[in-house]
């Protein structure tokens, strides 16, 4: 499941942008963008809530920056998706269609870079900072 938002979100951003750039499709893609934004928007926030539960069971064995960055990120991007899916909801029921799009397509792309930043920041704390070369972080054993 928290692997739905690193596949999704660039999916809907590439969409949203093109749409952006090209408005004569918004009128056909409208519905299907401010769908798939909701899906995604749903993933994402199941995928956080997840990441919070992990975060709390790691809570007695202590905190890291790496583990504390990947929170912030993930957090950042739950609302850059709320926001998302509220423009692309929006822009089915509005007369600025265009704005409303052109501000969607600079948190579409924000909102990319925020889920590669967190996926990579993810990724370190399941294999460790140095990469792979073992097993992964959640499977080695504490001391």
Do not use: C
Not at 95 to 122: D, E, K, M, N, Q
């Amino acid at each position: 499941m928290i692997h739905v938002p690193v596949v999704f979100i660039p999916i809907l951003g590439v969409a949203v942008i093109a749409t952006a750039i090209w408005p004569r499709r918004l009128e056909r893609y409208a519905p299907v963008l401010a769908g798939f934004a909701v899906i995604a928007n749903a993933a994402t926030l199941l995928a956080v809530g997840a990441g919070e539960a992990f975060r709390e069971d790691r809570r007695p064995f202590g905190s890291s920056p790496t583990l504390d960055q990947h929170a912030e990120a993930g957090e950042f991007l739950r609302w850059l998706m709320i926001i998302l899916t509220a423009l692309l909801v929006a822009a089915l029921f509005t007369r600025a269609r265009r704005i409303v799009l052109a501000v969607a397509a600079i948190t579409a792309a924000a909102a990319v870079f925020w889920v590669i930043r967190t996926g990579h920041l993810g990724a370190k704390l399941a294999w460790g900072e140095r990469g792979p070369g073992g097993p992964p972080a959640g499977f080695q054993q504490r001391p």
